[in-house]
C-alpha cells in the first residue's frame, strides 16, 4: 500500500494546521506521511498544545515552518484549513490534490484565557470531525 503525502497549510503554523497534522497521525499515521507549514512562521500556540493533550496528542515537539521548505516536495493533498492561506497557496508539482477547509483562527480568539481556551477547544473538535469524514471518505474510494 502506497504512503500517501499530506501538507496541512494555514497562514501561522501555530494552531489549526498543528492540530490537524496531530489527528492525522493520530488517527492514520501508517496510511499517511504528515506534515503542516504556514504561510508566515510563528510559534506552536500554548493553546492549541493545551486543547490537543487533554485529547491525548502532544504538540510540544513541533515547530512552526513556513512552506519554503516543502515547495520541491511531491504531495499528494495540500489541505489549506484557513482562507488566507487558500488564496496564498503556491503551486505544487505533479498531481497534488488541493483541498480547502475553512475554521476560525483560535490565537485571533478574545476574553479570558478560558474563554480563548473553549475556542480552541471547538477548533480542535471541529478539525478532528471533518479529518474523521476525509477518512472515511478515502477509505470508501480506495476499496
Not at 15 to 32: C, H, V
Request: overall charge negative; proline content about 3%; charged content about 30%.
Amino acid at each position: 500500500m502506497t504512503t500517501l503525502r499530506v501538507l496541512f497549510l494555514c497562514t501561522h503554523n501555530s494552531a489549526r494546521s498543528q492540530m490537524a497534522e496531530g489527528f492525522l497521525r493520530a488517527l492514520a499515521g501508517d496510511r499517511f506521511d504528515v506534515a503542516s507549514a504556514g504561510t508566515e512562521a510563528t510559534r506552536v500556540h500554548p493553546l492549541a498544545i493545551r486543547a490537543m493533550e487533554e485529547v491525548g496528542i502532544d504538540l510540544r515537539g513541533h515547530t512552526s515552518k513556513t512552506i519554503d521548505a516543502f515547495l520541491g516536495e511531491r504531495w499528494d493533498y495540500v489541505i489549506t484549513v484557513c482562507d488566507s492561506a487558500n488564496e496564498r497557496c503556491p503551486m505544487f508539482p505533479g498531481g497534488t490534490t488541493r483541498i480547502h477547509w475553512s475554521f476560525d483562527d483560535p490565537s485571533q480568539a478574545a476574553g479570558t484565557e478560558a474563554d480563548r481556551l473553549e475556542k480552541c477547544r471547538r477548533i480542535r473538535d471541529e478539525i478532528h470531525a471533518k479529518l474523521r469524514e476525509w477518512l472515511a471518505d478515502q477509505e470508501k474510494s480506495s476499496s
